[in-house]
């Protein structure tokens, strides 16, 4: 049983670029959330979504940033045009349907290097 | 606005129980104690949760005290693989269902 997916797993690009961030959840969750990790600032919700429907993105940095997700087993974060400030490890997690207590499952990330 | 404060490193021999202190003094009734941990590179991963009672799994055992200020996270037998950050959280366990990440604490386990 796969757990979340995420990719790329690297990347590098430049500044100005556009980067594409993507998370397949693990099948029959029903909530999606986005984090991103910096030495500076820890791990920080971003966005989240539940059932595709996203629920509160008060986390995300600016425009620059959009996150969709077109149907359950699919999401993507991009950023448009990308800073050295983005740089960072974004996670992706899911977790089973609330309300009630639920854990959440966490990608391995995607490291984010933009010069 | 911090719910958790918790120490910022920790040090414990392999093959000691390693006792994580979670202080949460403004918990409300609605609000689950969790904990994950992260180990480096890798990403977070949930050891366990409870409401008011304690709780055991394969992984650890959670202790909160009766007024539910404070928890602790026990690991039994500690080994090298538990070297890692471990997070204290409240969460609500509906309505607002995010689950927000302080800064942790840095558990080092000595061989």
């Known amino acids: 049983d796969a757990g979340v997916i995420q990719s790329p797993r690297h990347e590098v690009t430049e500044m100005g670029q556009e980067v594409t961030l993507r998370c397949k959840p693990i099948?029959?969750?029903?909530?999606l959330f986005w984090y991103r990790q910096t030495m500076m600032r820890g791990l920080e919700l971003l966005i989240y979504?539940?059932?595709?429907?996203?629920?509160?993105d008060s986390g995300m940095p600016e425009d620059r940033f959009s996150a969709k997700m077109p149907n359950a087993s699919f999401s993507t974060l991009k950023i448009q045009p990308s800073e050295p400030r983005d740089s960072a490890v974004y996670f992706c997690?899911?977790?089973?349907?609330?309300?009630?207590?639920?854990?959440?499952?966490f990608g391995e990330g995607s490291r984010l290097t933009v010069l | 606005d911090a719910k958790t404060t918790q120490p910022t490193s920790m040090d414990c021999a392999e093959g000691r129980a390693a006792n994580l202190p979670c202080n949460h003094s403004t918990i409300s009734g609605n609000e689950y104690v969790y904990w994950y941990r992260q180990i480096h590179s890798q990403g977070p991963q949930y050891i366990i949760h409870g409401l008011k009672n304690n709780e055991t799994n394969e992984m650890a055992s959670l202790i909160i005290t009766e007024d539910r200020k404070s928890s602790t996270l026990i690991l039994p037998h500690a080994t090298l693989r538990d070297t890692a950050v471990y997070y204290c959280?409240?969460?609500?366990?509906?309505?607002?269902?995010?689950?927000?990440f302080g800064t942790g604490t840095r558990l080092t386990i000595i061989p």
């Open positions: 099948s029959g969750h029903n909530s």
């Open positions: 959280i409240v969460r609500a366990s509906f309505g607002n269902e995010k689950l927000t």
């Open positions: 997690a899911s977790s089973f349907p609330l309300p009630g207590p639920g854990e959440l499952f």
């Open positions: 979504f539940n059932n595709n429907v996203p629920i509160d």
